[in-house]
């Protein structure tokens, strides 16, 4: 079953503007990791954050995480139309559980040139 | 140094036959966890082994099976398949069993016919 939920589920914007995708999960965490798939092919690991972070920067990406409200968000600024791609939040459960990763389902961006 | 590698990258079988998929970690990489992928979904958890052990079973049938081997490579096995396995096989390697993140195979296409 799937840990979450993105939203939204799709995004269409205009290369230059701002992305913000946002996800919420259920249960308490470890960690809380950002991927991106092209092309329904393997996922690229983006950015991971702590359940004892509440943001992080890398690039043109910024990473929010608020544990009392079990939710993240994506940022990515300043979009390209290689940004293009379906981005997925995955939660890493906390102590004593097994250590995969529960996807959310997913948002599905669209940087139109 | 190479990725993450998954043999076949695409494999059509027949309902009710059997498929076996293979996957080679990062080098020094310990963990290897696969992962199903059905069309517009989340990747759902299958398997995590970790030095050679099984570390962690998703909600899957006994018909799902996998090993990890010495070299740390990994097979997965799905025996009598059913029309509901097509889907995308994804590989996942880490260093740490998740927790500083994973890095994805460009999966295997599966259409059971």
């Known amino acids: 079953s799937q840990q979450g939920e993105e939203d939204p589920q799709a995004l269409s914007i205009q290369e230059g503007e701002n992305a913000t995708m946002n996800c919420s999960y259920k249960?308490?965490?470890?960690?809380l990791q950002w991927y991106r798939q092209n092309s329904g092919r393997g996922l690229v690991h983006l950015i991971l954050i702590r359940s004892n972070e509440r943001e992080k920067h890398s690039g043109r990406l910024r990473v929010t995480l608020d544990t009392s409200k079990k939710s993240s968000s994506l940022l990515i600024t300043a979009s390209r139309a290689a940004d293009t791609a379906s981005y997925f939040c995955a939660t890493v459960a906390g102590a004593g559980s097994a250590r995969q990763l529960t996807f959310g389902s997913g948002t599905q961006l669209t940087v139109l040139p | 140094d190479a990725g993450v590698t998954q043999s076949p990258t695409h494999l059509i079988k027949t309902r009710g036959q059997h498929v076996t998929l293979r996957c080679s970690p990062i080098?020094?990489?310990?963990?290897v966890s696969w992962y199903q992928q059905v069309l517009g979904q989340g990747p759902q958890f299958i398997f995590q082994y970790y030095e050679k052990e099984e570390r962690g079973r998703g909600n899957f049938p006994d018909r799902f099976s996998a090993r990890q081997f010495p070299n740390y490579s990994s097979e997965l096995n799905v025996n009598a398949l059913l029309l509901g396995d097509s889907a995308l096989y994804l590989c996942?390697?880490?260093?740490?069993?998740?927790?500083?993140?994973?890095?994805f195979g460009s999966g295997t296409r599966l259409t059971v016919v």
């Open positions: 996942a390697s880490s260093s740490s069993q998740g927790i500083s993140g994973y890095t």
């Open positions: 080098s020094g990489h310990k963990s």
């Open positions: 249960t308490s965490i470890n960690n």
